[in-house]
Nanobody, 127 residues
């Protein structure tokens, strides 16, 4: 079965950079949507970046307005690791960061949180 494991979170000062990773194992789909979500204390989980894989839009990315121009979603050549490079971090970027995978690439076209597979999250704190 599909497993997602995030790593790389930590504490960083405002204006700094951080890269979080998501190891993907047990993949059984030919095409799918990958995403990063975050959840700040007391707030709902929000989608911040998506990446389509295996479909006609393979590699297509999308970003929320709150992170556009500062964050980059990518994957390694094997497709087994998903990354989120975060630059110019702000205190409001603080939260638990989750990677997610859904077997329908069209899920990437919305910010719905209806993903089939989730990681356990990694904490990012910006002060």
């Amino acid at each position: 079965h599909v497993q997602l494991v995030e790593s790389g979170g930590g504490a960083v000062q405002a204006g700094g950079s951080l890269r979080v990773s998501c190891g993907i194992s047990g993949l059984m789909y030919s095409w799918y949507c990958l995403a990063w979500f975050r959840q700040a204390p007391g707030k709902e989980r929000e989608g911040i970046a998506t990446l389509k894989s295996g479909s006609s839009d393979d590699g297509k990315t999308k970003y929320s307005d709150s992170v556009k121009g500062r964050y980059t979603i990518s994957r390694d050549s094997t497709g087994n690791t998903l990354f989120l490079q975060m630059n110019n971090l702000k205190p409001e970027d603080t939260g638990m960061y989750y990677c997610a995978l859904d077997p329908f690439p069209s899920t990437c076209d919305t910010w719905s949180a209806e993903y089939r597979h989730w990681g356990q999250g990694t904490q990012v704190t910006v002060s």
